[in-house]
């Protein structure tokens, strides 16, 4: 008996894919299909690369509802992907970027070999895939662009040589989710395949807005790509691909997930959760009842329960890319020329108190293009010596924007609370003038310059406007030597020269007419209470360096082969685009009371390259006459002068390079036919991270400082390990195939994706420890596949397992009003959608 095999084109793949990592296999034998991969530019078979990764199927993507990088983490042990207030973060083995626009990311994403640097980029839907590839580790030889902790490769569905199509309807009851995938390929002229593909996806959300009665967030994507490929001749094929999409999102899966009485000395505040500071109807600052807030009461629900309290939040987000590529044999060799054009426009809202309150929000807009050429020479195999090499061209423009906003008078009245609450603990007392005095509604004016610091930041915006341009030159080689026909030596060497120019200027203006504030007390109260300082900063830098790479491997028998690899690899510098103050220590001192303790701001601009040093080995197996695969690999990587963004504890985020950290472990994935219809993978990683030198990192709310530098407290991380570490993480996945009459194939699939407790805090609060936990997914699917037509029945997270995946210091809850609290981006609970499917060919 034979069970059906699926391969990438799309005709056969259809019905008879397996809900498997990889590919497939086919069981006349109980033998497995052989996979593919490109991720050392050649196609080879996964057991013959020396290299950690895993490789995804489009299939299994498209059956298990995979619609965005993100979702590629629960597939891929030591690999974590997760949204945050202002960004993106991607992480591999525990090194990731960070959150700042100014950061290009340490995991490089490729998409058909056009590099994909920007967070923003990880956030866009894909579609029609014919894999995905995930390398593990530094990859700075033939994915060249700051890869300095792995990388990510996806492949596009190429145009087939005949007529075959698809068309998908998935429906989710728990969010109300509607998928639509069209696609269509083949031959249109008789040296030119064409393939479209179309989706669209929308979805109202898992979690319930208090505030404005609605569910969020609601997602509406739309992606079209079409792909043109055409055999000139016999040595010269020519593929363009084109593409726009678009995704807007209203809302944000945040909610506050804990809120703790505040300690501060002001008395109004004492007590009281930072929700019931908000929900004030009057506070008590003196002889008369001076401050009213009125915050919705929503502001109260501040604990996980899939329900937030937020005035609104929206990402609208465009995207093009142009990707020309183009193969020429010569000979037995091969070159390669590959040309992109890629860009977005973002404009986004955050209500970044993540309240219902209107405390303040922060408006941003990100506008960025990209040209990149490269080419590559591609050697014949089978020889004594073998061969890739070529060089690289990138120039890219990154315009960013944003302002934080104080559009009510809460935040402006509750800063007037504690300005007077601070002033009568000093022994002061404002000179109310009862009898005859100015008054607001019966209300009197305080003068003197106490009690109306608040007054300073009503209508304030904080514009700023960040530039980087870039431009990158590299040129690489690999070559391998094949000593004898067991074992081989690879070299490889790339050298890399980057120019990049820099800018940032913040201001202080009025939003209610534009204009730009004076200099003045507002600079005090600014500094104070959002430890942001107007500046204007320029930059410029420049440099190269060489990243080799050398590679031994012995085909230890027909079924093992061994390898060990070592690397080092950098990841260039650049300028910090969120940071609120200049680099410079600078003292601001109040200009109502000169003779109060000054502030004293430091921020931060440039940043250095980092380096990683690494070492893996590893083996690849095949078992049992081939019914079963077994891979490993063991790694040590060292970073020098890591890139961190560190949270200034109130609204803004520095860059810096931390001292040095380790990272170590052991990574395990396989498949195996158990039967002749029944298939199982898993992947299993155990990793072990701590800081080496950091010794300005960011306390957490509440935590003792090991050192204060220039009034600002910092802790200690040696010895620590990094946010979302875990100690494992894995999965395993059965996938059961039988045919229940003569033309009808039922497929029972079930994934079960575990890790270890892992904080999903930046700045390792203990009180942020996500437990362990097991996701379980479920497909269960009826086909005909001569027919083409299939039902399918998923479950995702079909235990319902609570999941935060990234969480965050309340802002300003702690920094001005002493209450302790964190917010968090809630996974998804238990969904149940249904999906059908017809393929015509």
Not at 54 to 79: F, R, T, W
Not at 440 to 449: D, M, S
Not at 476 to 496: I, P
Request: hydrophobic share 40%; proline share 3%; with cysteine.
């Amino acid at each position: 008996m034979t069970l059906k095999r699926p391969v990438l084109n799309f005709r056969r793949s259809a019905l008879a894919s397996a809900i498997v990592l990889c590919s497939s296999y086919t069981m006349a034998a109980a033998v497995l299909e052989e996979v593919i991969v490109t991720a050392t530019i050649r196609a080879e078979s996964l057991q013959d690369v020396p290299v950690s990764v895993n490789a995804i199927s489009g299939d299994k993507m498209m059956e298990a509802g995979i619609s965005k990088v993100e979702d590629l983490q629960a597939y891929v042990p030591n690999l974590t992907m997760s949204e945050t207030g202002i960004g993106t973060n991607i992480y591999i083995r525990g090194i990731g970027s960070g959150i700042n626009p100014g950061f290009e990311q340490s995991v490089g994403m490729y998409f058909d070999g056009v590099s994909y640097g920007r967070a923003q980029l990880s956030r866009a839907p894909f579609l029609d895939l014919a894999r995905v590839e995930v390398l593990r580790g530094p990859q700075n030889i033939l994915f060249g662009k700051n890869s300095i902790a792995g990388a990510l490769s996806l492949i596009s569905a190429r145009p087939g040589q005949e007529f075959e199509g698809l068309a998908s309807a998935t429906y989710e009851v728990e969010t109300n989710e509607r998928v639509i995938d069209f696609v269509v390929s083949g031959p249109i002229a008789d040296t030119i395949g064409a393939r479209l593909a179309i989706r669209k996806r929308e979805i109202d959300g898992h979690l319930e807005n208090l505030t404005l009665n609605r569910d969020e967030p609601m997602r509406d994507e739309q992606t079209i790509r079409a792909i043109f490929e055409w055999d000139a001749t016999a040595n010269l094929t020519a593929a363009l691909k084109l593409e726009v999409g678009q995704f807007d999102v209203n809302g944000r899966q945040i909610e506050i997930i804990n809120d703790q009485p505040s300690t501060s000395t002001t008395g109004a505040f004492t007590g009281r959760t930072y929700g019931q500071i908000l929900d004030f109807t009057t506070i008590d600052v003196g002889p008369v009842n001076l401050v009213t807030v009125d915050a919705d009461s929503s502001v109260l629900n501040n604990f996980q329960d899939f329900k937030r309290s937020s005035n609104g939040d929206f990402s609208y987000n465009d995207t093009h890319n142009v990707t020309l590529n183009v193969d020429y044999a010569w000979g037995e060799h091969t070159f390669t020329f590959i040309t992109g054009l890629l860009g977005y426009e973002t404009s986004e809202l955050c209500d970044c108190d993540f309240t219902g309150a209107s405390v303040f929000s922060v408006a941003a807009e990100e506008e960025y293009s990209q040209f990149s050429q490269e080419i590559r020479w591609v050697s014949p195999v089978g020889e004594n010596f073998e061969f890739i090499a070529g060089a690289f061209y990138q120039q890219s423009s990154l315009d960013f924007f944003d302002s934080i906003r104080v559009e009510s008078d809460i935040l402006p009245q509750l800063i007037n609370a504690a300005d007077l609450q601070e002033a009568g603990a000093r022994g002061e007392r404002p000179p109310f003038d009862l009898l005859g005095g100015p008054t607001i509604n019966g209300v009197p004016i305080v003068v003197g310059g106490i009690g109306d610091a608040g007054d300073e930041i009503v209508n304030l915006g904080t514009p700023r406007n960040f530039t980087a341009d870039t431009k990158l030159f590299s040129g690489f080689v690999q070559a391998t030597w094949n000593m004898t026909d067991l074992t081989r030596a690879t070299l490889g060497l790339r050298y890399s020269y980057e120019e990049k120019d820099g800018s940032r200027k913040l201001e202080f203006s009025d939003i209610s007419t534009g204009e730009i504030r004076a200099v003045g007390e507002v600079d005090t109260v600014v500094a104070k209470n959002f430890s942001a300082e107007r500046h204007d900063l320029k930059g410029s830098r420049s440099g190269g360096n060489l990243a080799p790479s050398l590679n031994l491997q012995h085909d230890w028998s027909d079924d093992v082969m061994l390898y060990a690899t070592a690397s080092i690899g950098y990841k260039s510098g650049g300028y910090d685009a969120r940071s609120n103050a200049s680099p410079e220590t600078n003292v601001i001192r109040p200009l109502q009371n000169p003779d109060s303790a000054p502030i004293i701001l430091v921020g931060s601009f440039e940043y250095d390259e980092e380096q990683a040093t690494s070492f893996e080995a590893g083996a690849k197996t095949t078992l049992l006459d081939g019914a079963a695969e077994l891979n490993v690999a063991a790694f040590y990587t060292q970073y020098d002068d890591l890139q961190v963004s560190i949270f200034d504890g109130t609204l803004g985020f520095n860059v810096g390079n931390a001292g040095a950290a380790t990272t170590m472990g052991i990574e395990l994935d396989g498949r195996m036919a158990l039967t002749e219809n029944l298939m199982m993978t898993g992947a299993l990683a155990f990793l072990d991270f701590e800081f080496t030198d950091f010794a300005n990192g960011q306390c957490y709310q509440g935590q003792t400082p090991d050192s204060n530098v220039n009034g600002k407290p910092f802790c200690d991380y040696k010895g620590k390990t990094n946010q979302y570490v875990a100690d494992y993480s894995g999965n395993l996945t059965f996938v059961y195939t039988t045919m229940v009459s003569k033309d009808i194939e039922f497929r029972g699939g079930a994934d079960f994706v575990f890790t270890g407790e892992f904080n999903s805090s930046q700045n390792l609060d203990p009180s942020q420890e996500q437990d362990a936990y097991v996701k379980t997914n479920l497909r269960f699917s009826l086909a005909d596949v001569a027919m083409g037509w299939e039902a399918a029945l998923l479950v995702k997270n079909a235990t319902d397992e609570t999941v935060i995946s990234y969480s965050n210091d309340t802002p300003l809850a702690n920094s001005i009003f002493g209450s302790t609290g964190h917010y968090g981006f809630v996974d998804l609970p238990r969904t149940v959608a249904l999906s059908a499917t017809y393929r015509w060919y």
